[in-house]
């Protein structure tokens, strides 16, 4: 057989993952069907296109017509998930009617969340709560995760609740074309997959597994054991097997201990010695069983190595490395906001509705007509008689006086509150004085334009301005622009004393300015803290020095974030004094290098929306 080449073996490495994958997302579809609702349901992670269409529409074919199917609209809105007032049916018969929600419509049938990654937590913990109710109530949920690689995940009280995973990314037309067997659609299991047992020492491997992995809880735990449960009677076995547990690892949390498309030749059978076997166990820290002849008659002797020794790769850190290995991790409670841009500010004149309230956000912002006739429907009747009894005394000068349809007091006045991602913007002041000035300017340089890259999927925005002879100047206003600022960046001046002072005091006033106009300022301070001339242009250095420390005190005040950076060839106490009275992160750069300040500012920035 012909060695493969370079090129034709990492084809060969993609197919046959999309394989893999194509078949492990299979699996969780004929789970999903036996499982229902007592797992969940499905962390689809997947872009929009063919491949997932169809497999949601094979996968509906699974489920059948007895399971209806309800999709969440993106943006919707919370009394249309928990069910409002109907106005036109309201208006109509003249009593309140109340229209049904989404949750009441999607109970014991199927839930479709498209973008999940950004439900509001609002709106996911409602989905949450519905999860929670009992089984024949609750709805099975299929959350499709569109998110990118630099993106949030899946919220955490969405996916902690959701027991399979499949990922669809780099699966081929050609591993989906051929049609499934509809023979070996499985009936549904329903509650038979509970009788299936499991031993206490595989339960306790899979524990420290899923602890070991990042995943403590208990409800990840409880999902591992079903899906091994659902695979040990999909296998018509009354027991849980260890092929089981690492079949439900995989499903259930991404982890793969080897490749699936390259089993082990079936002439070889290692022989594992029982010292080896103990010694494994003990390195995976299970615990000793107290009777060795009662587990020599329910299991054999080598039934925990591949546990044990995937235990012990996950403590390591070892199955990082492994390029088979698709280690997902599941949403923390600590993880980032949804999206890809900044801080979210309310109450802003702009953005997404995200509530109603009683009060304007803004002086001039005008109630919701549909909000309000919502809140003044239940009052008509009410209204509508205490006025009949106000106006009989003049009935006869008020016969032809006009009688509105509906009765709205200033109370029922309702206001759509907006909000929207406020972007970040990355302020760098530059000493460009001095003799190593062309360095600092050409690291500083690259590194704005490798910032910017990062940036303009975040809609944050990068500024520039150096300081040196008497006074600072604007080079770079704010811009995500990478062709502007690569033409203004290509002939920077350098040379001359420190107006220290002068550069604080600019980067001071862009950065309220920038704040003024909706975006968070990260200030990046780039000097080796040596100022010499006052705001004035003289060169005063005792003076300069006491203007220095006026201006720090007040960033300070105005919290800013400042990011303090010493460029000089050695450590100076001044750039250290200096950020301390600014409140600024310090960091020494000795050999400043553009990717070391790039990813130095972005984690910065990062922080700042956070």
Partial sequence: MAELGAHEAFEQALDIRGAELWADAQLAAELLTSGRSAIGGLWLKARAGGVRDLFLSRLQDRLGTTMPWTRLPPGTSMANLTGGIDLAATAKQGKLVRQQGILSRAAGGILLIPMAERLDPALA??????????????????????????????????????????????????????????????????????????????????????????????????????????????????????????????????????????????????????????????????????????????????????????LAAVQAG??????????????????????????????????????????????????????????AAPFQKIRAAQRRAIGQSAAASTADAFTPRAFVVKDDFRYVRLRHAAPSTAIFVVDASGSTALERL????????????????????VALISFRGTEAELLLPPTRSLTAAKRKLSGLPGGGPTPLAAGLKAGLELALSVERRGSTPVLVLLTDGSGNIALDGTADRTRAAEELSHLAKTCNARELRTICIDIARRPRESVTHLASMLGADLHILRHADARRVSHLVDLSMQEARA
Avoid at 224 to 240: F, K, M, Y
Avoid at 442 to 460: F, H, N, P, S
């Fill in 125 to 310: 913990a409602l989905v949450a709560n519905a999860m929670d109710a009992p089984s024949d109530t609750s709805p099975v949920v299929i959350a499709l995760d569109e998110s990118l690689d630099d993106e949030a995940p899946l919220s955490a009280t969405i996916g902690d609740r959701l027991a399979l995973r499949a990922d669809l990314d780099g699966i081929g037309w050609h591993h989906v074309e051929a049609e499934p067997d509809r023979s070996a659609f499985r009936r549904t299991l329903q509650d038979d997959w509970r009788r299936a047992r499991i031993e206490d020492s595989l339960l306790k491997a899979l524990a420290g597994i899923a602890s070991s992995a990042g995943h403590p809880s208990s409800r990840i735990l409880s999902h591992l054991v079903r899906t091994a449960r659902l695979l040990a009677r999909r296998g018509d076995r009354d027991a849980v097997e260890e092929a089981d547990l690492l079949t439900a690892l995989r499903l259930c949390l991404g982890i793969r201990l080897a490749p699936v498309s390259a089993p082990p030749p079936p002439d070889v059978e290692p022989q594992v010695p029982e010292e080896h076997t103990q010694a494994s166990e003990n390195e995976g820290q299970q615990p000793n069983d107290p009777d060795p002849e009662a587990k020599a008659e329910t299991s054999s002797p080598t039934e925990l190595d591949a546990l044990t020794e995937m």
């Fill in 318 to 375: 070892s199955l990082a490395t492994d390029p088979w290995l698709t280690l997902a991790q599941r949403p923390t409670r600590g993880s980032g906001l949804a999206g890809k841009s900044g801080g979210v500010r309310k109450n802003a004149r702009r953005g997404r509705p995200f509530g109603i309230g009683l009060t304007p956000p803004y002086a001039e912002a005008r109630p919701d007509l549909v909000a309000t006739l919502r809140a």
């Fill in 442 to 461: 050409g690291e500083t340089k690259g590194a704005i334009e490798q910032l910017l890259a990062r940036c303009y999927v975040r809609r944050d925005e």
